[in-house]
C-alpha cells in the first residue's frame, strides 16, 4: 500500500485546511486509518483514528471538536478536515494505514508527510 497525503499549506490561526490521503496498490476499505503529526523538535504524536467502517473514530484530545476525519472507501482516500487551526498545530502530519492505536508502530503502512503552517 503506497500513501500519499496531500492538502498542507500555509494558513493563519483560525483559519481551515483539509488534509487528503490517498491510498494506491490495494484498496484500504478494511483498514483502519489514522494521522500523526510531527512538529520540528518533537515526537511523533497521535491525532486521529477511525475504524474501516468509518463507525468509530478515535481523537487526541488536543484536536476534539477541531478536527474530523472521513474516508471515502470508494475514492480509497482518508480526509482530515482541521478547523480552528492554532500555532501548535504547525507540524509534518502524516497518514498511516492497517491499524487502529494511537501509537504509530500500530500501523502496517506509512505515508510521507504534508507540512502544515499556522501563523499567528
Known amino acids: 500500500v503506497q500513501l500519499q497525503a496531500s492538502g498542507g499549506g500555509l494558513v493563519q490561526a483560525g483559519g481551515s485546511l483539509r488534509l487528503s490521503c490517498a491510498a494506491s496498490?490495494?484498496?484500504?476499505?478494511?483498514?483502519?486509518m489514522g494521522w500523526f503529526r510531527q512538529a520540528p523538535g518533537k515526537e511523533r504524536d497521535f491525532v486521529v483514528a477511525?475504524?474501516?467502517?468509518?463507525?468509530?473514530?478515535n481523537y487526541a484530545d488536543s484536536v476534539k471538536g477541531r478536527f474530523t476525519i472521513s474516508r471515502a472507501n470508494a475514492k480509497n482516500t482518508v480526509y482530515l478536515q482541521m478547523n480552528s487551526l492554532k500555532p501548535e498545530d504547525t507540524a509534518v502530519y502524516y497518514c498511516?494505514?492497517?491499524?487502529?492505536?494511537?501509537?504509530?508502530?500500530?500501523?502496517?503502512?506509512w505515508g510521507q508527510g504534508t507540512l502544515v503552517t499556522v501563523s499567528s
Open positions: 498511516a494505514a492497517a491499524g487502529y492505536g494511537s501509537r504509530w508502530s500500530d500501523y502496517n503502512y
Open positions: 496498490g490495494r484498496t484500504v476499505t478494511n483498514y483502519g
Open positions: 477511525i475504524s474501516g467502517s468509518g463507525r468509530s473514530t
